[in-house]
């Protein structure tokens, strides 16, 4: 390996401790470039935690479901069921694939979000809100995944805020499509 190294350092040396008599290797500087923060879309974060917090990898019945959310379809009420779904395991819809399961979640989400979710709505209403848009964090995890189901909604809305990097009191639904 040392051989290897003295070769190397023999062919380069003249190039690296002359370089101006050997324009061929000399590396140029790049131009300045201007560098743009590229903003992030609040909505595909948010999405994408959903999927993370909903147990997502090989095995579980998110991923076995090709269901990113863990959206619901009442096996006895296909009305209900997301669009996208092709069936029911054990109250959750199955989706074709994954891809489906994040569109059927980003569809979720974004209607939520606009506050044409009329479940959604019907329980801003008892926040004293207009609608679904207007939740804050901590209001939408405690609709969203209930203490009463198992969960943590207020330790979900201050996950979703540090996600976001947003505080979970004053960041509404809304501004996930902002």
Not at 26 to 47: A, G
Not at 133 to 144: K, M, P, T
Not at 161 to 176: I, Q, S, W
Request: aromatic share 10%; hydrophobic share 40%.
């Amino acid at each position: 390996m040392k051989d290897f190294f003295l070769k190397l350092w023999a062919i380069l040396k003249p190039h690296i401790l002359y370089p101006e008599e050997h324009p061929s290797i000399i590396m140029q500087p790049l131009p300045m470039q201007d560098i743009t923060p590229v903003k992030q879309n609040l909505l595909e974060i948010f999405i994408q935690e959903i999927k993370n917090m909903e147990g997502w990898y090989v095995g579980s019945a998110s991923y076995l479901n090709k269901n990113c959310g863990n959206l619901r379809c009442d096996p006895n009420n296909k009305s209900n069921w997301n669009v996208l779904a092709i069936g029911s395991n054990d109250g959750f819809c199955v989706f074709k694939s994954e891809e489906a399961g994040m569109m059927a979640l980003r569809n979720v989400t974004v209607s939520q979000a606009k506050g044409l979710s009329p479940t959604y709505n019907n329980a801003a209403k008892h926040f004293g809100l207009a609608n679904s848009g207007e939740l804050n964090l901590y209001q939408y995890f405690l609709i969203r995944d209930p203490a009463t189901d198992g969960n943590q909604p207020n330790a979900l809305a201050e996950r979703f805020g540090k996600v976001l990097h947003k505080d979970p009191a004053l960041f509404r639904l809304k501004n996930l499509l902002s």
